[in-house]
T-cell receptor, first 113, second 114 residues
Framework: SQTIHQWPATLVQPVGSPLSLECTVE??????LYWYRQAAGRGLQLLFY??????ISSEVPQNLSASRPQDRQFILSSKKLLLSDSGFYLC????????????FGDGTRLSIL | DAKTTQPTSMDCAEGRAANLPCNHS???????VYWYRQIHSQGPQYIIH???NNETNEMASLIITEDRKSSTLILPHATLRDTAVYYC???????????????FGKGTKLSVKP
């Protein structure tokens, strides 16, 4: 069966520090991968998606970037964090075609001080 | 993707059926209805999806009206562990990239009470 892992579960970082969140998927090949952010009390906002290695599409302009160095690895990064980057970050995967739903990891709660 | 309207919150007694409504009056012919839920501090969990026929799986049933302008998610025997925010989403099938991305609204907070 397929599983998705995100780490760390929680992270506290000072303003201006770099960020690297990692997501890996097991049990499937060539998945679509997604990064979402959920601000407190709000719905999910899609940040990035990837349909293959090295292929990243950004949905909103922001202080963050994403990379996909391997088929089942998706990384969310920032060179200098802002206070507004605080939130709950979720990685998700889906089969590339058809009706298949997206499956989410357990998320990383990021607090910027 | 079409917008959806859901009640902000609902209560349900443990062991009873929970019926969660969703309005999607502007849904287009090729858009599916998906339901997810999010338990506090966890990632969203896929529940069920459908186009126009009613669907059932081990978690829930999905009833879609004939005109497809609304749907109801039914949890037949709610338990305390079903307390969560439930999201109704309509979208085209995931044919890759942005076309298949999910747009989550604020959902319905379901509280199952003993």
């Amino acid at each position: 069966s397929q599983t998705i892992h995100q780490w760390p579960a929680t992270l506290v970082q000072p303003v201006g520090s770099p960020l690297s969140l990692e997501c890996t998927v097991e049990g499937t090949s060539n998945p679509n991968l997604y990064w979402y952010r959920q601000a407190a009390g709000r719905g999910l906002q899609l940040l990035f998606y990837s349909v293959g290695i090295g292929q990243i599409s950004s949905e909103v302009p922001q202080n963050l970037s994403a990379s996909r160095p391997q088929d089942r690895q998706f990384i969310l990064s920032s060179k200098k964090l802002l206070l507004s980057d605080s939130g709950f970050y979720l990685c998700a995967w889906s089969v590339q075609t058809g009706l298949w739903p997206q499956h989410f990891g357990d998320g990383t709660r990021l607090s910027i001080l | 993707d079409a917008k959806t309207t859901q009640p902000t919150s609902m209560d349900c007694a443990e062991g009873r059926a929970a019926n969660l409504p969703c309005n999607h009056s502007t849904i287009s012919g090729n858009e599916y209805v998906y339901w997810y839920r999010q338990i506090h501090s966890q990632g969203p969990q896929y529940i069920i999806h459908g186009l126009k026929n009613n669907e059932t799986n081990e978690m829930a049933s999905l009833i879609i009206t004939e005109d497809r302008k609304s749907s109801t998610l039914i949890l037949p025997h709610a338990t305390l562990r079903d307390t969560a925010v439930y999201y109704c989403i309509v979208r085209v099938p995931n044919y890759g990239g942005s076309q298949g991305n999910l747009i989550f609204g604020k959902g319905t907070k379901l509280s199952v009470k003993p």
